[in-house]
Protein backbone atom coordinates (compact mmCIF):
# COMPACT_ATOMS: atom_id res chain seq x y z
CA UNK A 1 0.00 0.00 0.00
CA UNK A 2 1.46 3.35 -0.62
CA UNK A 3 2.18 5.77 2.20
CA UNK A 4 0.83 9.40 2.03
CA UNK A 5 3.35 11.31 4.34
CA UNK A 6 1.16 14.82 5.08
CA UNK A 7 3.07 18.46 4.92
CA UNK A 8 1.81 20.55 7.70
CA UNK A 9 0.79 23.86 6.79
CA UNK A 10 1.47 26.46 9.24
CA UNK A 11 1.25 30.01 9.07
CA UNK A 12 2.63 33.25 11.89
CA UNK A 13 0.78 35.87 12.53
CA UNK A 14 2.61 38.23 15.11
CA UNK A 15 3.65 41.69 16.23
CA UNK A 16 6.89 42.99 16.49
CA UNK A 17 7.98 45.69 18.76
CA UNK A 18 9.99 48.52 17.47
CA UNK A 19 9.31 51.02 20.40
CA UNK A 20 5.68 50.36 20.17
CA UNK A 21 2.98 49.05 22.82
CA UNK A 22 -1.23 48.61 23.01
CA UNK A 23 -2.62 49.23 25.80
CA UNK A 24 -5.02 46.18 27.85
CA UNK A 25 -8.82 48.21 28.55
CA UNK A 26 -11.82 46.47 30.27
CA UNK A 27 -13.57 46.62 27.39
CA UNK A 28 -12.13 43.72 24.99
CA UNK A 29 -10.23 44.87 21.48
CA UNK A 30 -8.68 44.07 18.95
CA UNK A 31 -4.73 42.87 19.25
CA UNK A 32 -2.92 44.78 16.26
CA UNK A 33 -0.23 42.35 14.16
CA UNK A 34 2.29 43.27 11.97
CA UNK A 35 4.00 40.28 10.31
CA UNK A 36 2.19 37.36 8.54
CA UNK A 37 4.65 34.73 6.98
CA UNK A 38 2.20 31.60 5.53
CA UNK A 39 4.22 29.92 2.74
CA UNK A 40 1.38 27.63 2.49
CA UNK A 41 -1.66 29.64 1.84
CA UNK A 42 -3.89 29.19 4.57
CA UNK A 43 -5.02 32.43 5.74
CA UNK A 44 -6.05 35.65 4.34
CA UNK A 45 -5.86 38.61 6.64
CA UNK A 46 -7.17 42.26 6.66
CA UNK A 47 -7.88 44.59 9.49
CA UNK A 48 -6.20 42.33 11.92
CA UNK A 49 -8.25 39.74 11.37
CA UNK A 50 -7.57 36.35 9.95
CA UNK A 51 -9.91 34.53 7.48
CA UNK A 52 -9.57 30.61 7.39
CA UNK A 53 -11.37 28.50 4.55
CA UNK A 54 -13.43 25.28 5.94
CA UNK A 55 -10.61 22.87 7.64
CA UNK A 56 -9.34 21.83 10.63
CA UNK A 57 -6.82 24.17 12.50
CA UNK A 58 -4.77 23.87 15.50
CA UNK A 59 -3.92 27.30 17.20
CA UNK A 60 -0.76 27.98 19.46
CA UNK A 61 -0.75 31.56 20.63
CA UNK A 62 1.30 33.35 22.92
CA UNK A 63 1.65 37.47 24.24
CA UNK A 64 3.87 39.13 26.39
CA UNK A 65 1.67 41.25 29.11
CA UNK A 66 3.84 44.59 30.94
CA UNK A 67 2.64 45.59 34.02
CA UNK A 68 4.07 49.15 33.57
CA UNK A 69 4.32 49.70 37.69
CA UNK A 70 0.72 50.11 38.43
CA UNK A 71 -0.55 48.87 41.59
CA UNK A 72 -3.97 48.09 40.62
CA UNK A 73 -4.67 44.34 40.57
CA UNK A 74 -5.66 43.53 36.70
CA UNK A 75 -5.75 40.14 35.57
CA UNK A 76 -4.74 40.87 32.02
CA UNK A 77 -5.54 37.61 28.52
CA UNK A 78 -5.47 37.20 25.18
CA UNK A 79 -7.81 35.25 23.87
CA UNK A 80 -9.00 34.18 20.52
CA UNK A 81 -12.46 35.01 19.26
CA UNK A 82 -14.63 33.95 15.82
CA UNK A 83 -15.68 36.98 14.59
CA UNK A 84 -18.09 35.00 11.88
CA UNK A 85 -19.88 33.27 14.93
CA UNK A 86 -19.21 36.09 17.62
CA UNK A 87 -17.87 33.43 20.17
CA UNK A 88 -14.78 33.28 22.40
CA UNK A 89 -13.04 30.41 20.80
CA UNK A 90 -10.77 29.89 23.59
CA UNK A 91 -9.82 32.26 26.65
CA UNK A 92 -5.65 33.02 27.45
CA UNK A 93 -3.98 32.20 30.50
CA UNK A 94 -4.54 35.47 32.76
CA UNK A 95 -1.22 37.61 34.02
CA UNK A 96 -1.54 39.50 37.12
CA UNK A 97 0.85 41.13 38.86
CA UNK A 98 -0.14 43.79 42.04
CA UNK A 99 3.15 45.49 42.37
CA UNK A 100 4.51 49.05 41.59
CA UNK A 101 7.58 47.44 39.42
CA UNK A 102 7.65 47.05 36.30
CA UNK A 103 6.46 43.50 35.20
CA UNK A 104 6.26 41.27 32.54
CA UNK A 105 3.98 38.12 32.05
CA UNK A 106 2.94 35.66 29.42
CA UNK A 107 -1.05 35.18 28.17
CA UNK A 108 -0.96 32.08 25.88
CA UNK A 109 -3.97 30.00 24.45
CA UNK A 110 -4.43 27.35 22.79
CA UNK A 111 -7.43 25.48 20.17
CA UNK A 112 -8.67 22.83 17.53
CA UNK A 113 -10.84 24.35 15.59
CA UNK A 114 -13.08 22.85 13.33
CA UNK A 115 -15.34 25.11 10.64
CA UNK A 116 -17.60 23.77 7.85
CA UNK A 117 -17.58 27.35 5.96
CA UNK A 118 -15.13 30.66 5.86
CA UNK A 119 -14.73 32.33 9.13
CA UNK A 120 -12.88 35.06 10.16
CA UNK A 121 -10.87 35.49 13.78
CA UNK A 122 -9.10 37.69 15.73
CA UNK A 123 -7.20 37.95 19.01
CA UNK A 124 -8.53 39.99 21.51
CA UNK A 125 -7.19 41.44 24.75
CA UNK A 126 -8.91 42.14 28.01
CA UNK A 127 -8.00 43.27 31.21
CA UNK A 128 -10.19 44.03 34.34
CA UNK A 129 -9.11 47.55 34.59
CA UNK A 130 -8.20 50.32 32.21
CA UNK A 131 -4.50 51.30 34.52
CA UNK A 132 -1.36 50.57 32.67
CA UNK A 133 -1.67 46.83 31.49
CA UNK A 134 0.16 46.41 27.66
CA UNK A 135 0.85 44.29 25.40
CA UNK A 136 4.40 44.99 24.49
CA UNK A 137 6.75 47.60 26.28
CA UNK A 138 7.87 50.77 24.91
CA UNK A 139 11.14 49.04 24.01
CA UNK A 140 12.76 50.35 20.36
CA UNK A 141 14.44 46.96 19.04
CA UNK A 142 13.80 45.19 16.12
CA UNK A 143 13.93 42.25 18.22
CA UNK A 144 10.92 42.35 19.90
CA UNK A 145 8.39 39.92 19.80
CA UNK A 146 5.34 41.01 21.69
CA UNK A 147 2.86 38.41 20.19
CA UNK A 148 3.17 35.14 17.90
CA UNK A 149 0.43 32.77 16.46
CA UNK A 150 1.24 29.54 15.00
CA UNK A 151 -1.98 28.29 12.88
CA UNK A 152 -1.28 25.25 11.63
CA UNK A 153 -3.94 23.50 9.44
CA UNK A 154 -4.52 19.78 10.47
CA UNK A 155 -6.93 18.83 7.35
Known sequence: FPVTILQPRIALVETNGGGSRQAITSVAATV??????????????????????PGTYFFDGHAMIYNAGSTTNAPSRIFLYNVTTSSIVSNGTIFEL??????????????????????????????????????????????????????????
Do not use: C, W
Open 98 to 155: NSTAVNYGLSSFRAYVTITSTSIFEIRSQSSTNNGYYIGDSVTSPYDKHMSIAITKIK
Open 32 to 53: TFNSVTDATGILSTNANQITLQ
